[in-house]
C-alpha cells in the first residue's frame, strides 16, 4: 500500500492579521527565488520573486525576505484576508541548470474569520 | 491571452490503457515545463523543453513515460500503459526566459485518475 501521505504544515490567522509563511531552501548557490499560490483546483500563480542579491523586496501587501546565510525565505502578507487561504510554495533556481525550478513542500494557509 | 491551456481537464481511464495530456503554452514563450503534483510528492518536475528541444527529461519516471513538442504551441505527455500509481494531477507551465522575472506561467492542470 502507499506510505503516508505528505503533510501540508498548516498556518491558521485571523482575517486582518499578518500572515508569514517560512521557507527553508536547499542549493546555497540558487540565484533566484520564487513565491506561488496555489488555490483549491488551480494551478501555482507567481506572487512575488527575489534575487539572490538581495535580502528583501516588497509587492502589494506582500514581503519577501531572503536570510541566505541560513538559507531561509519568508513570505509576509499584510492584512491577511478570505482570499489569501491558499497553499503557498517557495521555489528555487539555480542559474547553471537552466530554467529548472525546484519547488517546497509548501503552507496551507487558513485565513480565520 | 488565454493562458497555459490543458486537456482534458479530467481524465478517468483504467490501468493499462494509454493517456495523452495535451498542452498549449502562452504563445511567445520559448520554455515549456511538465509537472506532477501528489499528496504523496508535492510538486516535481518531469520534463522541460527550451524552443521545442527537450533539455532535462530527469524527473520523468519511467519508460511508460514520453513528451513530445512537435512545434512553439503544443506538446503532449503520455502515458503507456498507466498504472494506479500515475494517479495525480499534471501540470503544464511556460515562460520567457527574457522576462524579468522568470516566472513560470501554469495551466489549470489534467486530473489524471488511472483505476
Known amino acids: 500500500g502507499e506510505s503516508v501521505g505528505l503533510h501540508l504544515p498548516t498556518l491558521s490567522v485571523q482575517e486582518g492579521d499578518n500572515s508569514i509563511i517560512n521557507c527553508a531552501y536547499s542549493?546555497?548557490?540558487?540565484?533566484?527565488f520564487i513565491w506561488y499560490k496555489q488555490e483549491s483546483g488551480k494551478g501555482p500563480q507567481f506572487i512575488i520573486d527575489?534575487?539572490?542579491?538581495?535580502d528583501k523586496r516588497q509587492g502589494q501587501r506582500v514581503t519577501v525576505l531572503l536570510n541566505k546565510t541560513v538559507k531561509h525565505l519568508s513570505l509576509q502578507i499584510a492584512a491577511t484576508q478570505p482570499g489569501d487561504s491558499a497553499v503557498y510554495f517557495c521555489?528555487?533556481?539555480?542559474?547553471?541548470?537552466?530554467?529548472?525550478?525546484?519547488f517546497g513542500p509548501g503552507t496551507r494557509l487558513s485565513v480565520l474569520p | 491571452d488565454a493562458g497555459v491551456i490543458q486537456s482534458p481537464r479530467h481524465e478517468v481511464t483504467e490501468m493499462g490503457q494509454e493517456v495523452t495530456l495535451r498542452c498549449k503554452p502562452i504563445?511567445?514563450?520559448?520554455?515549456l515545463f511538465w509537472y506532477r503534483q501528489t499528496m504523496m510528492r508535492g510538486l516535481e518536475l518531469l520534463i522541460y523543453?527550451?524552443?521545442?528541444?527537450?533539455?532535462?527529461d530527469s524527473g520523468m519516471p519511467e519508460d511508460r513515460f514520453s513528451a513530445k513538442m512537435p512545434n512553439a504551441s503544443f506538446s503532449t505527455l503520455k502515458i503507456q500503459p498507466s498504472e494506479p500509481r500515475d494517479s495525480a494531477v499534471y501540470f503544464c507551465?511556460?515562460?520567457?526566459?527574457?522576462?524579468?522575472?522568470?516566472?513560470?506561467?501554469f495551466g489549470p492542470g489534467t486530473r489524471l485518475t488511472v483505476l
Open positions: 521555489a528555487e533556481i539555480w542559474a547553471n541548470y537552466g530554467q529548472n525550478f525546484v
Open positions: 507551465a511556460s515562460s520567457f526566459l527574457a522576462s524579468p522575472s522568470n516566472e513560470q506561467f
Open positions: 523543453f527550451n524552443n521545442n528541444v527537450p533539455i532535462d
Open positions: 542549493n546555497s548557490a540558487s540565484d533566484y
Open positions: 504563445s511567445g514563450h520559448d520554455y
Open positions: 527575489i534575487r539572490s542579491n538581495m
